[in-house]
C-alpha cells in the first residue's frame, strides 16, 4: 500500500498557483456557482464587493484573487478554464 499512500501524501502534480475562486466554485452547489459565474462577468460590480459577498458567505477569498479569476486565460489571470 505504499503507492496509495503516496498518492496521499503528494497528491497531483504542480499546475501553478491554486486559483482560490476555482476551488470555492468547486465546492459551490451548481445554481450558487452559476450566479457566482454571473456576478464575476458583470463588470459593474468589483472584485472586491464579490469577495467580500464569498467571504460573508464563508468562502473566504480576497479581492486580488477575485481579479486574477476574472483575467482567467490571460498571461495575468489564473488558470482556470474560461
Ligand atoms: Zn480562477
Known sequence: MTALTRLV???AGP???QCTVGAI???LDPPAAKKVCE???TAAISATQIADALTGSGHPVRAP???R???RGGS???RCPR
Do not use: I, K
Open 9 to 11: 501524501e503528494e497528491p
Open 15 to 17: 499546475r501553478g498557483p
Open 25 to 27: 466554485l468547486d465546492l
Open 39 to 41: 456576478v464575476l462577468d
Open 65 to 67: 484573487a477575485v481579479a
Open 69 to 71: 479569476h476574472r483575467r
Open 76 to 78: 495575468n489571470g489564473c
